[in-house]
């Protein structure tokens, strides 16, 4: 929560997060699949009930300059409905890290009616699948890695990739392929889909993906990229 009140004065104008669910079915804003790298924990975020993972310290091992600036100021894992409800105004990018997150996604996006500010990603086509469903059809979407194959590989004749997407989130590149070019925004932007790309953190980098005319980028670094 710290993080994402910093981006947002300093000039973000979206939150992106990932998401895991505890053991008692609570969605929270996490990356890794496991406590180990960032709290004072161990362990999947998936064997704790959400009041055990409260009782982290989730700023523990976040070292600047040699030090450990946010250890024992109360730093707590978010779930996405404490993100959603604090930051009421703002659009959240979130993204499927595990199956078994779709119904309780809808539950969140249908309780705080969030679902015209959060757009849902996922490296898997299945899991995008999957709420699409269970939402009946409300939830936005970006393409998963299939549907971003197919949007890339139909933009080189200028013609559009899979429909049901309201965006494509990608990368620059991908295994030393260009991804990001003029035929593969102009494509996306002519069927109505905005294109997001990550993760960019040097300023050069966004510069030319403006040119290109991209609608957003998402980066770790908002200080460095505006």
């Keep these: 929560m710290v993080a994402f009140g910093n981006a947002l004065e300093s000039g973000a104008h979206h939150l992106e997060t990932d998401l895991h669910i505890t053991a008692d079915g609570h969605l929270v804003c996490f990356h890794d699949d496991d406590v180990d790298r960032t709290t004072d924990g161990t362990g999947p975020v998936s064997s704790y009930t959400l009041a055990d993972l409260r009782k982290l310290d989730a700023g523990y091992r976040h070292r600047v300059d040699g030090d450990f600036p946010f250890r024992g100021r109360g730093i707590r894992i978010p779930t ?6 604090t930051f009421p105004d703002v659009g959240v990018v979130v ?3 595990q199956d078994g997150l779709e119904g ?3 539950e969140v996006l ?8 959060v757009i849902v990603g996922s490296f898997s ?6 709420v699409h469903r269970v939402s009946q059809g409300k939830v936005i979407r970006s ?7 197919r949007w890339w590989a139909t933009s080189r004749a200028g013609r559009p990739g899979p429909a049901g997407y309201a965006a494509l989130q ?3 590149t991908w295994g030393g392929l260009r991804v990001v070019d003029s035929r593969f925004v102009e494509t ?10 990550w993760t960019v953190n040097h300023p050069d980098e966004v510069k030319t993906l403006r040119d290109l005319g991209v609608d957003a980028v998402i980066t770790d670094r908002i200080d460095l990229v505006q």
């Design 80 to 85: 996405l409905g404490e993100v959603l409800a």
């Design 95 to 97: 993204d499927l890290k």
């Design 104 to 106: 309780p996604l809808v």
């Design 110 to 117: 249908d309780k705080l009616d969030a679902w015209h500010r």
């Design 125 to 130: 086509d299945e899991r995008l699948e999957r």
């Design 143 to 149: 393409g998963g890695m299939r549907a971003v194959r």
């Design 170 to 172: 990608v990368p620059p």
């Design 188 to 197: 996306a932007h002519a069927a109505g889909l905005v294109v997001h790309v």
